[in-house]
């Protein structure tokens, strides 16, 4: 990622921490949504919410081959999260 992206990115992330935080959510799902945030971010190599539908689409896709359906729904929701605060 280029270092104004990255910065960009880590903006993002924090302030999705902090809001995360503020809805009164355990470290547990803290944890979990913000490493949905990191783990599409370092597939793409860019800032999340540059990210298409279809990319997302595909993204998920993989996700499902790879991961358990658990897993595939925490990040949904992790990224949900992130698409909701930041409308």
């Given at each position: 990622m280029?270092?104004?992206?990255?910065n960009?990115?880590?903006?993002l992330?924090q302030?999705?921490?902090?809001?995360?935080?503020?809805?009164g959510k355990s470290?547990?799902?803290?944890?979990?949504?913000?490493?949905?945030?990191r783990?599409?971010?370092?597939?793409?190599d860019?800032?999340?919410d540059?990210l298409?539908?279809?990319q997302?689409e595909i993204y998920f896709g993989?996700?499902v081959d790879?991961?358990s359906?658990?897993?595939?729904?925490i990040?949904r929701?992790?990224?949900q999260?992130?698409y909701?605060?930041?409308k």
């Amino acid at each position: 990622m280029k270092l104004t992206e990255a910065n960009r990115f880590n903006k993002l992330y924090q302030r999705h921490l902090r809001l995360i935080k503020l809805q009164g959510k355990s470290q547990k799902t803290i944890d979990a949504y913000s490493r949905a945030v990191r783990r599409v971010s370092e597939h793409f190599d860019c800032c999340p919410d540059k990210l298409t539908p279809e990319q997302l689409e595909i993204y998920f896709g993989e996700l499902v081959d790879t991961r358990s359906w658990s897993t595939v729904k925490i990040d949904r929701n992790g990224l949900q999260f992130l698409y909701d605060q930041n409308k």
